[in-house]
């Protein structure tokens, strides 16, 4: 079984910047997929952003956000940049064994959460 932990969530003004952090508890994290959804109030979860030995982006974060791991620690980084209020929402950081995926029904593995809020 795979425990991920989010943190780094919180309140930050449009145009700021914020760190997730996704730590797993997986003795063979270097080889998982790992990525990051999120969903907005009253909207479906979408993709953010995934990796494992290629790294894919939303269309609507490309730029803006970075995905990084760091295998040492087991952790799995979302770096995100020019914040714009739509990117409100609670990110969820999943995880798979064997498929780097943009479809969330393809990780068998999920953290509780953590809510961003990008005031205007």
């Known amino acids: 079984q795979v425990q991920l932990v989010e943190s780094g969530g919180g309140l930050v003004q449009a145009g700021g910047s914020l760190r997730l952090s996704c730590a797993t508890s997986?003795?063979?994290?270097?080889?998982?997929?790992m990525g990051w959804f999120r969903q907005a109030p009253g909207k479906e979860r979408e993709f953010v952003a995934a990796c494992r030995y290629s790294t894919y982006y939303a269309d609507s974060v490309k730029g803006r956000f970075t995905l990084s791991r760091d295998n040492a620690k087991n952790t799995v980084y979302l770096h995100m940049n020019s914040l714009k209020p739509e990117d409100t929402a609670v990110y969820y950081c999943a995880a798979d064994e064997t498929t780097l995926s943009r479809t969330q029904r393809d990780y068998d593995y999920w953290g509780q959460g953590t809510q961003v809020t990008v005031s205007s």
């Open positions: 997986g003795r063979t994290f270097g080889l998982y997929a």
